[in-house]
């Protein structure tokens, strides 16, 4: 499956009748002490490890059973989260380790490949492998009205079976049996999130050396942000039937005859347009390309894109 088809909010605790599950998890740094933080808070037997073994000792006096070595850590549980600095710290701290019968959940920030490439390692070592991408920072950790909340995908079944341990932390959203949808929609929202940054940045640099009151121009800027997220729906759906002309409010022609507008006013105030130059020129390539996709929306960039 490719869509997120279970969600799960996070503070989720076992049942009366239900000791809470034990885990193991690897990794104290940041986020990973927030998660520790969190199973520990719910009750949960936490076996850590980090490889500055100091940084685990507040965690014993909280009640976590540290493990000198990562084999003693995974032996200690049948599930194991990884919470470590990248890809690489993952394939040296399980370096010869016995994974047979373990299900691996791996939180570490990475490429759909290497998600790819690490399940199929997992599997070739015996354990079930879920991969997850975590959409929040530390403080948010632990705190359900922050709205915290973790992509996972790879074994649907490992999955169902620790959902309520994994939904501790955060929220859990299950994205598909492709070990790599996991890391993958997690970095298609936060490139999202640059792109975002990258016109917030604009926007203020134009005003900047202008009698222009940054805090009050925050709640405009960010209204009209907000009100402009309707087009990524719409962009969907467009996608979805692939008619670009569907639901049209400004088409591309108009909006390539605004861009030397945007250009000049950029050169007026000494601002550099390098942050939004790039999306231009995909514009006006699309338009260039065929003056019949004068009359679509901008969802042809996402094609050219592609390549």
Request: hydrophobic letters at 50%.
């Amino acid at each position: 499956m490719t869509t997120n088809d279970t969600a799960t909010r996070p503070g989720s605790t076992p049942s009366a009748t239900t000791a809470p599950a034990p885990l193991t998890l690897l990794g104290l740094g940041a986020m990973g002490a927030a998660l520790a933080d969190a199973w520990l808070s719910a009750g949960h037997p936490l076996t850590v490890w980090n490889r500055t073994a100091a940084r685990a000792e507040p965690f014993a006096a909280k009640g976590a059973i540290t493990a000198a070595t990562p084999a003693a850590a995974v032996a200690a549980n049948r599930l194991v989260v990884v919470c470590l600095l990248d890809d690489e710290s993952v394939g040296e701290a399980l370096a010869g380790v016995d994974l047979t019968g373990k299900d691996i959940v791996d939180l570490v920030t990475g490429t759909p490949g290497t998600a790819r490439a690490r399940a199929a390692w997992a599997a070739d070592r015996g354990a079930r492998y879920l991969d997850g991408g975590i959409m929040a920072v530390p403080p948010m950790i632990g705190v359900p009205q922050a709205g915290p909340y973790v992509f996972y995908s790879g074994s649907r079944e490992l999955f169902e079976e620790h959902r309520e341990v994994l939904a501790v932390p955060a929220g859990t959203r299950y994205v598909g049996e492709d070990a790599g949808f996991a890391a993958l929609h997690d970095v298609a929202l936060l490139s999202a999130m640059y792109g975002m940054f990258a016109g917030v940045a604009h926007a203020f640099a134009l005003v900047r050396e202008e009698s222009v009151d940054p805090v009050a121009f925050a709640p405009l800027l960010s209204s009209w942000l907000t009100a402009m997220t309707g087009s990524v729906a719409t962009t969907a759906r467009q996608l979805a039937a692939g008619d670009y002309t569907e639901g049209v409010v400004s088409d591309l022609a108009m909006q390539v005859a605004g861009v030397p507008t945007f250009l000049r006013t950029a050169e007026e105030q000494g601002v550099s347009a390098e942050l939004l130059t790039p999306y231009f020129d995909l514009m006006k390539r699309r338009l260039v390309a065929d003056a019949r996709h004068g009359a679509e929306d901008l969802t042809g960039v996402v094609d050219l894109l592609r390549g």
